[in-house]
């Protein structure tokens, strides 16, 4: 939102400098994104004196002028039509940038006459579209500065331009009094009294409005009059000057008054040509979908079913608050127009304005909400502006449906701010802050008005207090502490996400937060990708469903990683994952990838690529500080994410606690991922809670008596995996046997190729006394048996 400074005090009465507004706007919640000074680019140039003129000997249309200036007399050569001795002009000296021409003035021949500067025209300083002579100014000194003359004479067209950011919930500073109100409520100022006084009409409009019964829901009211008569030409100079200023074109006199009140007071309207509409009849409907019109841009549009148009007896004539169409649109051979004020849906015009692409400035305040009760008014100003400047005989008003109902009131508890906002502040300052905001005050009620959409509530008038205070005068203070030991407030599913942060960051793994939606393709790779878990209105084509797991989301960042040289990462993440698209179908999982190598190269040759078992022993960790019992089953049913030989399930029982591995190379490929990666995937919520709920560890059981480990080596087909031979070994005596591990593999030689040899070592720890031989060949002899019956092996003599 742009305005000027000029404009703003057209509604606000005030002394306040250009600093303690831009302060008092940013602080108001109207953010200043900048601050153009007009004036600085026209610093350079400077007041002369024409004295003599004479025609250049060599060109019919160039005079050589001898100029006065703060250098002296110098010669300038201009093709102007009113260049001539007498003129007091604007000078460009060489060296001095031209913004209108895009050129920087030096000293140069012209038909063999040197030219010593430039003397220019509104349209080369940016002034106007005024290019057909150079500027004559009523007076001036020789050598004053040209800005310090358009100060004090003109100041308009060097006055600066504030640009504001306007958040979606503040439709009212669309429009230059609503910020001029925010401004006198905080104290800089006083408000103009901008009203005018009804037009009386002196004949029946030939031009009726209908509203469709099933369109009132997105067009509640129209109103509308013909003026007949009008002569539209060039606008005021002070209405170009203040569009030129915020970046509009002027278009021609008519035009330029619904752009003016677009921005004064939030108010889009439309003229009609109304010597081009068919008929007697305009008509506000819904399209069919199929019709076609050419909007004021001059571009084509179709209409989709359900979109609101404006019809005359031909076809569709304007785009409800979105644009109009050019065959009715005002032309300098226009002389009676309609003037279309009428109120739009905001969700409507959204969806109109962005299924047929139109940025428009009407669409940009329809969409976001404009004043419904100012609805006719705004027809009776620019009624008025347009008989006082164009002239015209204006109709009796007609009116097609009715202004919606926006009225409602909220209690004003006076001693919220302090406990919502933390503030002190007077009771009586609070009420003439919401009356100054265009509030009604009736006891403790007040009534919002009906260009502020955004208060739906008690707290929103606590809000419109502090903000007008200033927030800036909050102080801090510390909370009240509690008196001994708090209370945790963590949840054990927040302690568990906790703990596993940092056991996996004091493993070495980087932490990653990656977003919970990903492409199809990739959910599809890890079982999701389904209807159920698709976005009804994604970002981007790379975020249209929810994850199935974290892994596709730490296999990208790793493929960007190596995509930019680190070819060897750890990272994981914990967060959601979702089965599903309703509640409760979303799981907590923690998930480690590890990548590449384990360390850097070295002499000593220690680096290594990672496997499954730098994987299953992280895992292991994570685990082990969640408190998962030491022991648990290791089944090989993963699924199709890991590879099928390379991976493995931790359960208790039918209860998976995680799973790990090597990713299968489909997924790496898929992916765009260098291997070799391995990974694993925890889920905390499926591990048991502890049965004791104190903080106290239980008591270390240390045994003084010596532990025995034996080795044996047993013949398996080569089909039998080595945990089956653990497993069964471990079984064989549960209170001395503590640990099983495999420690070596042999395959072929002499076993022959259906055979191989696993080695184990058997750790045994005894509890009450001190192991005997006969003890030690007992459990041996349990073992042997166990490990034949689970394998069909034999002891490797």
Known sequence: MKFTMSWLKDHLETTATLDEITYALTDLGLEVEGVEDRGAR????????????????????????????????????CGAPNARAGITVVIAKPGVYVPGID???????????????????????????????????????????????????????????????????????????????DLAARGLGTMKARDTDPVPGTFPCPVSVTIDEDTLDVCPVFYGRMIKGVKNGPSP?????????????????????????????????????????????????????????????????????GMVVISDDNGPESIGGVMGGLHSGCTEETTNVFIEAAYFDTVRTAYTGRALKINSDARYRFERGIDPEWTPIGLEHATRMIMDHA???????????????????????????????????????????LTDLGFVMEGDMAHVPSWRPDVLGEADLVEEVARMASLTKLEGKPLPRPTGVPKAILTPAQKREQIARRTAAALGYNECVTYTFI????????????????????????????????????????????????????????GPAFTGGNPGQQETQVTGLLIGHTGPKDVHGARRAVDVYDAKADAEA????????????????????????????????????????????????????KG?????????????????????????????????????????????????????????????????????????????EDKKSIAVTVRLQPKDATLKDADIEAVSAKIVDKVTKATGGTLRG
């Open 42 to 77: 026209l610093k350079d140039f400077t007041i002369g004196k024409v004295k003599e003129a004479e025609k250049h000997p060599d060109a019919d249309k160039l005079k050589v002028c001898q100029v006065e200036t703060a250098d002296g007399m110098t010669q300038i050569i």
């Open 103 to 181: 050129t920087t003035i030096g000293v140069g021949k012209i038909r063999g006459i040197e030219s010593y500067g430039m003397m220019c025209s509104e349209r080369e300083m940016e002034l106007s579209d005024e290019h057909d002579g150079i500027i004559e100014l009523p007076s001036g000194e020789v050598g004053d500065s040209f800005v310090d003359w358009l100060e004090q004479n003109d100041p308009a067209k060097v006055d600066p331009v504030i640009e504001i950011a306007i958040t979606p919930n503040r439709p009212d500073a669309l429009g230059v009094r609503g910020i001029a109100r």
């Open 237 to 305: 100079d002070w209405l170009q000057t203040a569009l030129r200023a915020i970046g509009l074109r002027p278009i021609s006199f008519l035009v330029d008054v619904t752009n003016f009140f677009t921005y004064d007071r939030n108010r889009p309207l439309h003229v009609f040509d109304a010597d081009k509409v068919a008929g007697s009849a305009l008509r506000v409907h819904r399209a069919k979908g199929g019709e076609t019109i050419t909007g004021l841009d001059e571009k084509e549009y179709t209409f989709e079913p």
């Open 391 to 433: 002239g015209g005989e204006a109709s009796d008003v007609v009116v097609a449906g009715t202004i919606p109902d926006t009225s409602r009131a909220y209690r004003l508890d006076t001693d919220r701010v302090q406990s919502l906002v933390g503030m002190e502040i007077p009771a009586d300052v609070q009420r003439k802050t």
């Open 519 to 574: 492409d199809q393709a990739s959910a599809q790779l890890f079982g999701g990708g389904t209807e159920d878990t698709e976005l009804e209105n994604p970002i981007s084509s790379d975020m249209s469903h929810m994850r199935p797991a974290l892994l596709p989301g730490l296999l990208q960042a790793a493929a960007r990683n190596q995509a930019r040289g680190f070819a060897d990462v750890a990272l994981f993440e914990v």
């Open 622 to 673: 994570v685990l082990a500080a969640l408190g998962a019992p030491a022991k648990v089953q290791i089944r090989r049913d993963a699924d199709a994410t890991w590879h099928p030989g390379r991976s493995g399930v931790m359960a208790l029982g039918k209860n998976a606690l995680c799973v790990f591995g090597e990713i299968h190379p489909k997924i790496l490929s898929a992916m765009d991922v």
């Open 676 to 752: 070799p990666a391995v990974g694993f995937t925890i889920w905390p919520d499926a591990i048991p809670a502890k049965r004791s709920k104190g903080t106290a560890r239980p008591a270390l059981k240390l045994s003084d008596l010596q532990a025995v480990e034996r080795d044996f080596a047993f013949v398996v087909d080569a089909k039998v995996e080595a945990l089956t031979l653990v497993n069964a070994a471990a079984g064989a005596d549960k209170a001395l046997i503590e640990d099983v591990r495999v420690f070596d593999e042999f395959i072929g030689g002499a076993l022959g």
